[in-house]
Structures are given as C-alpha cells and as structure tokens.
C-alpha cells in the first residue's frame, strides 16, 4: 500500500539527469535496445521509490539508497514532502561518496 502523506513528485539533481542519459547512451553503444532497458529499470525502480518512499534504506543522514537489479547502479534520493528528490544514478563501482558533494 502507498505511504499516504503524500502523492510524491520525482525531480533530479541536474547531475542525475545527466548520469542517466550517460549511462543509458552507454549501454546504447554497447548493445542496440540495451540503453533502452536501463531507461526502462530506472523507471520501474522510481515507481518504486513513489510508491514506497520510506522503504529504502538510509546510508547518509537523510539520504536513501535504491539498487537497480540487473544493472550495477544504486539510485540515491531524499524525500522532501511532497518530492522526492533524485540526487543522483551512480555506478556502483565508483566511489561511493562521490555523489555526497551534492548535498
């Protein structure tokens, strides 16, 4: 069942924005349609996030982290009623505190 304090809208750091068409444009180049269903995995996980926003874990103050399933990616948000607010797409196997700078 959805939390019910609000029907949240998702916004993206400018940065976020641009890891996911980087990445997506990636995945593209390597495999036609492959660009495709990272776009499309992001999406289903943000529904996700909307749906269920306190269901995630905190691993940053009040910064949550949702991890993409078969791609290597972990989406980190805040919730700021009624938004939730993606700060960024990151690859897992970068520094895990790099997206921190963005706080």
Same mark, same amino acid.
């Given at each position: 069942?959805?939390?019910? #304090?609000? +029907?949240? @809208?998702?916004?993206?750091? %400018? ?5 996911? !068409? ?18 499309? #995995?992001? +999406?289903? @996980?943000?529904?996700?996030? %909307? ?5 995630? !874990? ?46």
């Amino acid at each position: 069942m959805p939390d019910k #304090e609000f +029907e949240p @809208k998702i916004e993206f750091h %400018a940065q976020a924005r641009e890891e996911l !068409a980087e990445s997506s444009e990636w995945y593209e180049d390597r495999k036609s349609g492959l660009g495709e269903e990272f776009l499309n #995995e992001v +999406e289903s @996980k943000l529904q996700k996030i %909307a749906i269920r926003p306190n269901s995630f !874990a905190v691993v940053h103050n009040d910064v949550r982290q949702a991890s993409l399933i078969r791609f290597p990616y972990l989406i980190y948000y805040v919730i700021k009623s009624p938004v939730i607010f993606i700060i960024s797409i990151w690859h897992k196997k970068r520094n895990r505190d790099g997206w921190k700078n963005r706080l």
